[in-house]
């Protein structure tokens, strides 16, 4: 399994940006994803988990009311839609596959990462 993360950019405190996570391999379905990220000197927190058919979702109590998981599983794609960034949403942003098919909330419950990709958001 492969994950490719994309999307990221430098964007103005307000602003939106949409992170793709492209899966390779046929068994994309079955699957649990999250989205987490990783500020300098900081742990990898999870921000969205997503179930293996869309509906169920998890969001840190940060980014509640403002980002957006979603899924399409025809395209072996995972999303996630930011809006009203700020500046302490600055950080590397990972996606995983999760290891079931839920939605799950440890780091330890995912099992494949992808390389990352930055998003900075300037005041």
């Known amino acids: 399994v492969q994950l490719q993360a994309s999307g990221g950019g430098l964007v103005q405190a307000g602003g939106s940006l949409r992170l793709s996570c492209a899966a390779s391999g046929r068994t994309f379905i079955n699957y649990g994803m999250g989205w987490f990220r990783q500020a300098p000197g900081k742990e990898r927190d999870l921000v969205a988990t997503i179930s293996w058919n869309g509906l169920s979702t998890y969001y840190a109590d940060s980014v509640k009311g403002r980002f957006t998981i979603s899924r399409d599983n025809a395209k072996n794609l995972v999303y996630l839609q930011m809006n009203s960034l700020k500046p302490e949403d600055t950080a590397v942003y990972y996606c995983?596959?999760?290891?079931?098919?839920?939605?799950?909330?440890?780091?330890?419950?995912?099992?494949?990462w992808g390389q990352g990709t930055q998003v900075t958001v300037s005041s």
């Open positions: 995983a596959r999760a290891r079931g098919s839920g939605y799950y909330t440890r780091f330890e419950e995912y099992d494949y």
